[in-house]
């Protein structure tokens, strides 16, 4: 009796660990559903929120595209779109929708902004070269092509060239008849007759001082005589006096001899003021008397001589040379005073100083005869009838000159005229066509950027309809899995119900099987629990 109790204890402590064993493993079995179904959750959203986001960034990017494209490109590229993603693109563009702003706002704020700009780079109240254009189009200066430009500024200079070397030929035509003119009739002389070639040395001068003097020292002449005797000479001019010394056969002493004239002169020329008026004559030979009584010691070694050089009328001629200085300052104010009476007063004096018979230094002068005289002062006249047809011819020369000069400046302003007209006509044309060639290129510019955008456009569009499609699967597919989850976990709770009702079974079982084992012996009893031990496995066989 005690052994079967044993056996059949042992037996339901196994059934018992067997039982405990099957309901671990569908714990287990449900434990290790329920992860899965978390995990396979979890992985069904996060695709979900990815499609969204590619979803968001293909919206913003036909967003910025269709705020780039124009007004009727951007209306016609919307309603190409599917019904869908056209809703769907419209409901993103409302939600991103910029804040409004009122004209009176923007007007304000743009001129504060130029305001800020212009206080910052300091040129308040200034206005750019930029802002000058944009306000007044016309300041645009047309620019030619290189080619024309370069051709055109050739041409024009050479023209430029032509004109000026034309008229700087003309004018330099009239100098030169106004100079042969001035040098015949002897208005190239200086009127006071003063030729010191200590004060007066052009190159022409200087060539005829050395031609004559010969000497190399200016004021010095050099005189070589047939018996090959070389002498020197030194002389002055003082306003129309000409002072002469003696002849020496050094050119040193010549020399100091010249020094001390010009010593003379200078003080005679401090004494007056040079013109040859009745008050400039008297200070004229009272600074001369003074000069010469100051100096009388050193000019008596010089044995002075002194000839009036003077010119009128167109006629430069010297007088014979005297050695009293009275006498020369004499001739000089009577001869100035004639030139002023006119060519009558200065013929009649002159005929008188020709008549006279003075001496110089070293022999008598030339006798003149009255008809020698009256044929030398005749001159006069035939000079002064020679430079009044020389004026007027000369006057005549050079108003046809100007009148031929004027013409041409006509007929060049004419043609420069026509020139740039033509030239403003040129511009206008090329103008026009670089505006044309301009337009064309700016369409067609404007025609590529829009089919750029219109091909962008369409990739951003599919590649959007391919993330509405992604999404719309993810969503299908997250709805399957939440279906399979549910069924997963209703067969779950159907298992743990069938598992709950085969332990309660089992329980009942084993409680009856005990109850009835009492009255059984130990082979009955040994059968009852191999019978239930197979029906237990039978069982969970049947489960798994």
């Known amino acids: 009796m005690t052994t079967t109790t044993t056996t059949a204890t042992t037996t339901a402590a196994k059934s018992e660990e067997a039982q405990g064993q099957g309901c671990g493993s569908d714990a287990e079995k449900q434990a290790s559903t329920q992860p899965s179904s978390t995990h396979s959750t979890t992985t069904a959203t996060t695709p979900t929120t990815t499609s969204t986001h590619g979803v968001s960034a293909c919206m913003a990017r036909l967003r910025a595209l269709a705020v780039q494209m124009p007004r009727t490109q951007r209306e016609a590229s919307l309603q190409a779109l599917l019904p869908r993603l056209r809703a769907r693109h419209l409901e993103f563009m409302q939600g991103h929708r910029k804040p409004e702003v009122s004209p009176g706002k923007v007007q304000h704020g743009g001129a504060e902004h130029e305001h ?50 034309l008229e700087n030929e003309e004018c330099s035509m009239l100098l030169a008849i106004e100079n042969a003119a001035d040098v015949d009739m002897g208005l190239d002389e200086d009127d006071s007759g003063e030729s010191d070639p200590d004060c007066k040395l052009p190159t022409a001068a200087t060539r005829a001082s050395k031609k004559q003097s010969g000497s190399g020292f200016r004021g010095v002449f050099r005189k070589a005589k047939a018996s090959g005797l070389i002498t020197y000479k030194a002389a002055v001019s003082v306003s129309h006096v000409s002072v002469k010394t003696c002849s020496t056969v050094s050119v040193e002493e010549s020399v100091d001899f010249h020094i001390i004239l010009v010593q003379l002169r200078e003080c005679v020329e401090q004494g007056f003021d040079g013109g040859d008026s009745v008050e400039g004559t008297l200070a004229f030979e009272h600074s001369f008397r003074a000069a010469y009584r100051e100096r009388q010691e050193e000019l008596s070694k010089m ?10 009328f167109g006629v430069r001629f010297q007088t014979p040379t005297i050695t009293s200085l009275e006498e020369a300052l004499e001739m000089r104010a009577r001869m100035l005073t004639a030139r002023e009476q006119g060519v009558s007063a200065l013929q009649a004096y002159l005929i008188e ?10 022999r008598r002068s030339k006798s003149w005869t009255l008809a020698e005289a009256q044929d030398f002062v005749g001159r006069f006249d035939a000079r002064s009838k020679a430079m009044r047809l020389k004026r007027e011819a ?26 740039l007209e033509r030239r403003q006509l040129r511009l206008e044309e090329r103008l026009q066509q670089r505006d044309t060639q301009r337009a064309l290129k700016d369409a067609r510019k404007l025609e590529r950027r829009q089919q750029r955008l219109q091909q962008r456009w369409q990739r951003v569009v599919e590649h959007a309809q391919r993330a509405l499609q992604q999404e719309q699967k993810l969503s299908t597919s997250s709805q399957q899995q939440a279906a399979a989850a549910a069924a997963a976990a209703a067969r779950a709770k159907v298992r743990e119900e069938a598992q709950a ?13 005990w109850t009835s084992m009492k009255n059984l012996t130990f082979e009955e009893q040994q059968a009852a629990a191999e019978a239930a031990a197979a029906a237990d496995a039978a069982s969970r066989n049947t489960s798994t």
Do not use: Y
Not at 303 to 312: D, G, M, N, T
Not at 353 to 362: I, P, S
Not at 399 to 404: D, T, V
């Open 116 to 165: 800020s700009r212009r206080s910052m780079f300091g040129t308040e109240g200034a206005e750019t070269p930029q802002e000058r254009l944009l306000g007044d189009p016309m300041v645009l200066a047309p620019v030619s092509p290189r080619s024309d430009s370069s051709s055109w500024s050739a041409s024009d200079e050479s023209d430029i060239d032509e004109v000026l070397a």
């Open 303 to 312: 044995s002075l001589s002194f000839c009036v050089v003077f010119s009128a």
């Open 353 to 362: 100083v020709l008549m006279a018979g003075r001496t110089n230094v070293h």
């Open 394 to 419: 000369l006057q005549r020369m050079k108003e046809a000159l100007e009148e031929r000069l004027q013409q041409r400046r006509t007929q060049k302003g004419l043609r420069a005229a026509r020139k």
């Open 501 to 513: 009702r085969r332990v309660a079974e089992h329980s009942r079982r084993k409680l009856r099987s």
